[in-house]
């Protein structure tokens, strides 16, 4: 059984969030609800102050700390080592989301965070959905945590789990150049522009991440929390993954 | 004082009602749920407020519930997941963990002069934990739902899951006991045992609440063996406070009106004593907490340095903590009635501030948020938020109200020690 890594090369993401646009419509995500998301944030002080950025999906950690906390076990780790939420067991308690280092998990009845009308107001379900957008992607699998979420869960990144889950047995890298594997790799790692993103088995020695990571001194953020990403990030010269929270407070 | 007959059995309970239900009618039964009894009682001035209190506030939380959703709330995945709502219920099942230990000072370790408060300890320790189960149901988003998906789940990796088993262990042995203690069993081996395992169960619990927190390394202000420490001493504080506050509600505020043995006993040494050492204890873990806080440099710690900067802080150490302590270490003031009720106020106002600034001030740096989150949260409770307080303070002081009229609450095992000396003198 593969386990299913991702490595973003800092030095190649301009930033441009493709990625994150691609994540809504792929999984039909609420505006503000950025299971991926690239994370703006300032370094330095005036005059050397220096704009980065940080792509961030759901890091599927090795030992999620999520899955522990979750008093249903909702939340559980797949044979493949993806971290996904059963919607039909959630509770809505929202420890999970206390839980997560990298603030990954939504919960879905919120104010909006994004200013304006409430888009679940003005495109409002008739059953049991959370709501209905004017579009959506035709998948749904509660069980795994795909497609519109219904009221009071919590929901997350599946590494589209509706697309890798019916790769070829045996494929080691889900590269979206091969027009047989393109629809079987998550969309963020499809619509990469710079081709930052590489999706492939982390258990496979030969497979394209694994050389990536050993070549190019692959790094997990946040490791010393001893989550251990299945997320790495290739720093090269330019890049740089923050050691702490991306925005320093200001108290 | 008004002499009644406490109904013994289950029985005698519906039996009391159907009569007085049958002799008055439903709108004379009505006029006597209002007011609580025929005769005014200390517990009829504050039942129908705490009714009225419980009634809105839960119709106005069904209300937001039904039609808007938890989307009422103000919290936010952006920042802070758990609001005033998860503060409140840490509130009330700490009281009622504490209760519970201020009850075993009795029952358990042997301290004869607390047996009064014992059985008023039990009661109240199992109300104010419906209290808290009440608004947490409220607050979660399928209540329902976990009433299967927790036990099939048996996720024993999950603190929260221990806590709802310590939880529900507890309860039900606070019911058992407070069966015995109704049926006047103070001294049976179930007696006995039933305490202890109910003390053991309520140390166990209050720690895989404070567990909950302190496992979360990745929320430093929380994280560390500390936390379960601090909420199981700072949840007996709680219960010293609450039992004083409630054992003069319950005789109109004066002492004259209560039993003798209870007399003895608020205006005595010990429990002043008992009191100022768990404000001492739960003073200097809350300083602790902040140096250590406040000195460090590590990352997520920041929160600490905003929190020093809020009045709320500043009104909980100095007004809510600091001034009690000597209020009930003084000899002219800790043996008086006002003083006592003033600290004990005090003290349960502090420990509100207290669950809120532990518990929101624990998320108040953000996780990876990116371009929507710049600073610390911004969090103010939202009025269905507020309104569950309501329901919890509310429901609390109702069945109170309710059980003070039902139960002889202040009873106690008889007196062996200080009956044999009269009874050697009469004779």
Redesign the interface.
Known sequence: MAKWGMVIDLEKCTGCQACTVACGMENSRLP???WQ?????QEGEFPNTELKW?P?PCMHCENP?C????????TYKNESGQVLIDWE???????C???????????????P?YGGP?I?DVFPSDDAHSWNPPWKAPQEDWKHGVGVQP???VSKCTFCHHRISTAPAGTVDLDPSDPALREHTPACVVTCAPGARFFGDLSNPNSEVNKQIANKNGVR??DH??NKPQVYYLTGVGGSV?????????? | MEHRTEPKTFGEVFTLFATLWRENGPLGFARLAITLGKTPTAASRWWLGSVMLAALSLLFVLYQLVFVGHSSFNTSSDGVNWGLAISTYVYFALISSGLTMIAALGTVFGFKQFLPIAKRCIFLAIITLVAGFTVLALELGHPFRMLWAVPTGLQTMSPMFWMGVFYTIDLVLLIIKFYLMWQEDWDSPLSHAVGIAGFLAVILASGMLGLVFGSMVMRPMWYGPFTSIYFMLSAALCGAAAIVVTTYMAYGFDRNAMPERLRVLASGHELPMVFATLIGITLVMFVTRFWVGLWSNLDGLDGFRALVKTPLFHIELWLGLVLPFFMMLMPKLQKRMKPQMVAAFLVLGAMFINRYEFIVGGQLVPMFKGVWTHSLEAYVPSATEFALVGVGFGLALALYAFGEKLFHLSDAPPDTETAEPQRLATA
């Open positions: 503000g609800e950025h998301d690239v994370i703006f944030f940080f961030r700390s899955v522990a906390v979750c008093p249903t076990k909702a067991r959630c509770i809505g308690c929202k420890y989301m206390i839980a997560c280092p990298y603030g990954v998990r939504f919960y879905t009845e919120e104010k965070s409430n679940k009221h009071d869960v953020l946040l929390l001893g923050p050691a702490e929270r991306a925005i320093k407070p200001k108290v």
